[in-house]
């Protein structure tokens, strides 16, 4: 019996065993595909749902952490390296990132004081890096004191006099925050009243750049509450008392926390005996004082020169100049807004592609001006000196004052706009029979001559035939020989309505 029950045994296992061993086996990618937990795809057609692994696939690369020796600068005699400051990693990231190696002189001296929580006055221009040195002492604090205040209440105040300079200060505070949590909002009038509502509403905020007027609008709705403020700053000096906003300022810096409780820091392009009192009105007597001489600035890597001419051939030598050389990217110093729109009239009939940057230009349009000059549809920007101050466009390789200005510090404003970063630039001046003994001021901010010298025969070679209708569109043509059919119709004269006699029905 035993016997027979294995005979039968074996019958049923045999013809499995011969399957089997005709079965090929499975390559390697089709057992990969298959899950142990799944059913055979040919008993059930719904496999099992099996959760995902949470493991990082294979040959994969390790993401590496950046670290400062990424970015490594040789030192150099005379220079002060970011790698010398002892800043956040985070922080020399985003200096890597933007190639800057070694301080600017205001950097170098201005940043081992102000890293250490000290006031500053500063006499520095703008090109200099002073902006920078601010943002990298706020970023610095604020990431080694992490905080967060309620919605509106700001940890650091940056007071600008124009929406050009609020602009630019956000733009490289975003620049060097960008691998930080900290948060900036640019407050600024002219345009985006409702959406600068809705950024203070929406979230907290650790810095904030403002003009004065739009500031203490918010202030006084209960928007922005200054009293927290960590770090002030107060940019521009001597334009925010040119421009009046002297009394908002102080309205403003009131309502921080005393000065012995903040940390002040006071820049101007020069320190006239009215600007130090406002200084030392908003700063501890343990202020660090710094002046860098116009030299040091304006001069360095910026080739200037002054031509000699008059009012009657100026616009024939600037246009000369620009279209013998095929300037791509200038910018024209006018010192009033009609000039501004005259020059903009008379190069657009040149067939040149120009706007202007003035006080009349609305917020909006000079955005979309900077938009238009920065990415080359214009290749000339005709500006007053709103533009002086706070504008950092790259590859401005000249900048012309076609007036000369009234205020010699305007001079190195204006020609900071070419030769940043150490890159070469060249200043052309023309003066005129009005504005040629503004001269001698000139070179007595600057420390040094300037040549001057007549424009060459290309400069002063006449002009082409200008085009009448630089729109493209054609005049309609007026009445004359063969245009007889465009004449006027002869006027008729209309008949009165015949009014009823009022007294006609009486007669009736």
């Not at 309205?251 to 921080?256: E, S």
Request: proline share 8%.
């Amino acid at each position: 019996m035993k016997q027979f029950i294995s005979f039968i045994k074996s019958l049923f296992t045999l013809p499995k065993q011969k399957t089997a061993a005709k079965e090929k086996p499975l390559p390697d990618s089709a057992e990969k595909k298959c899950h142990p937990l799944q059913a055979d795809p040919e008993i059930n057609q719904t496999p099992l749902k099996v959760p995902e692994e949470k493991t990082r696939p294979k040959n994969t690369p390790d993401i590496k952490k950046w670290s400062v020796n990424d970015f490594p600068v040789e030192p150099q005699k005379g220079m002060t390296r970011f790698h010398d400051l002892n800043l956040p990693a985070t922080i020399m990231h985003a200096i890597a990132d933007l190639d800057f190696k070694y301080c600017t002189p205001v950097q170098a001296e201005l940043l081992i004081h102000t890293l250490e929580g000290k006031d500053a006055t500063a006499k520095a221009q703008t090109g200099t890096g002073k902006s920078a040195s601010f943002i990298l002492t706020m970023l610095n604090a604020f990431l080694k004191k992490p905080g967060k205040n309620p919605k509106g209440f700001p940890r650091a105040l940056i007071l600008a006099p124009t929406r050009e300079l609020v602009h630019q200060i956000e733009k490289d505070f975003m620049d060097l925050a960008r691998y930080t949590p900290l948060k900036i909002i640019a407050i600024y009038g002219g345009t985006g009243y409702q959406k600068q509502q809705v950024l203070l509403k929406q979230k907290p905020v650790d810095v904030i750049v403002a003009t004065p007027g739009r500031l203490i609008d918010f202030m006084s709705k209960r928007l922005i509450d200054v009293s927290k403020v960590e770090i002030a700053v107060i940019d521009e000096a001597d334009r925010m008392l040119d421009m009046g906003f002297v009394p908002d300022v102080r309205k403003i810096i009131l309502k921080t926390p005393h000065k012995k409780h903040r940390q002040t820091l006071f820049f101007s392009a020069t320190l006239s005996p009215e600007v130090l009192r406002l200084a030392e009105s908003w700063t501890t007597d343990n202020v660090v004082r710094i002046e860098i001489t116009p030299e040091q600035t304006a001069a360095d890597g910026i080739n200037q020169i002054v031509y000699i001419t008059t009012e009657k051939d100026k616009f024939k030598n600037v246009y000369n100049l620009i279209n013998n050389e095929q300037l791509q990217r200038v910018i024209i110093f006018v010192n009033r807004k009609d000039t501004s729109r005259f020059l903009s009239e008379k190069f657009h009939r040149y067939g040149q592609k120009c706007s202007i940057l003035s006080g009349d230009v609305a917020q909006d349009k000079r955005f979309k001006v900077l938009d238009d000059f920065k990415n080359g549809k214009i290749n000339i920007l005709i500006a007053t000196d709103v533009a002086a101050r706070g504008l950092h466009i790259e590859d401005i390789s000249h900048v012309i004052n076609y007036d000369l200005p009234t205020e010699p510090e305007h001079y190195i404003h204006r020609i900071g706009r070419t030769g940043r970063a150490g890159a070469l630039g060249t200043s052309i001046s023309f003066a005129d029979e009005m504005s040629s003994f503004f001269i001698p001021q000139i070179e007595a901010v600057l420390g040094n001559k300037i040549i001057c010298e007549y424009p060459s025969d290309e400069l002063d070679k006449a002009l082409p035939k200008p085009n009448p209708h630089p729109s493209g569109k054609k005049a309609a043509p007026g009445p004359g020989p063969g245009n007889q059919s465009r004449k006027k119709p002869p006027y008729k004269k209309r008949k009165k309505p015949a009014y009823p006699n009022k007294n006609q029905g009486d007669k009736q």
